[in-house]
């Protein structure tokens, strides 16, 4: 597809379990970033992925979070352990960034509820 | 520490109506970037503002970057219920975007 797409766009899971979510970035996107945004908030930076670099997990709020990419395709966001302050919106967006800037392209985002 | 502020945090008005909303700095940026986040779907750009004092349309949408670079405002005129929605704005730190918290902005009919 032609744009960023996130999977599921809806998961509802028991606390103390493990959820994983997938993005699919814009094709040649070297750039991917993370973020989790609470009802009515704006967005909360976790993670940024660039190419083969190291990845900047200054934003993962605890080590129940992380996550992966390979190269420069698909990544998985895995909490464990979910706790009900978990549930929010977590967005991924892709970019490529250039001297003419960084603008992000997002998904529509993976809504969790942890019940 | 959030860098960058927004005003009104949520504003409620009618169909047909003006209004302003601000995105404030007390850093200087390269740029300034603007998004809308619809009600279940993830922001989408609308500009970039880039020169100090510039000016930019989009129809009814008009976004000016403060000369010293630190702040934006966006003014929406006759605002119309197609315009409900998060306004984001948000400023390069690197390979970064920072995020200002938002507006929500309710146009009722």
Do not use: M
Not at chain 1, 56 to 65: A, Y
Not at chain 2, 10 to 19: A, C, K, T
Not at chain 2, 80 to 88: A, C, V
Request: proline share 4%.
């Amino acid at each position: 597809g032609a744009g960023v797409s996130q999977s599921p766009s809806n998961k509802v899971t028991e606390k103390g379990k493990d959820v994983e979510l997938r993005c699919d970035p814009i094709s040649g996107h070297t750039a991917l970033y993370w973020y989790r945004q609470r009802l009515g908030q704006g967005l909360e930076f976790l993670i940024y992925f660039q190419g083969n670099s190291a990845p900047d997990k200054s934003g993962l709020p605890s080590d129940r979070f992380s996550a992966e990419r390979t190269g420069e395709s698909v990544s998985t966001l895995t909490i464990q352990r979910t706790q009900q302050e978990d549930s929010a919106v977590y967005l991924c967006a892709s970019s490529l960034i250039s001297a003419w800037g960084n603008i992000q392209y997002f998904g529509a985002g993976t809504r969790l509820s942890v019940l | 520490t959030q860098l960058l502020e927004q005003s009104p945090q949520f504003l409620s008005i009618q169909e047909g109506e003006n209004l302003t909303v601000y995105c404030n700095s007390s850093s200087v940026f390269s740029s300034l970037q603007w998004y809308r986040q619809e009600p279940g779907e993830g922001p989408v750009l609308l500009v970039t503002v880039v020169t100090g004092g510039e000016v930019k349309k989009l129809k009814r949408l008009t976004f000016q970057f403060g000369d010293a670079r630190k702040d934006s405002s966006l003014h929406i005129t006759a605002a119309q219920p197609g315009d409900t929605g998060l306004y984001l704005c948000a400023g390069p730190r690197g390979y970064q975007l920072i995020w200002g918290a938002g507006t929500k902005l309710i146009i009722k009919p």
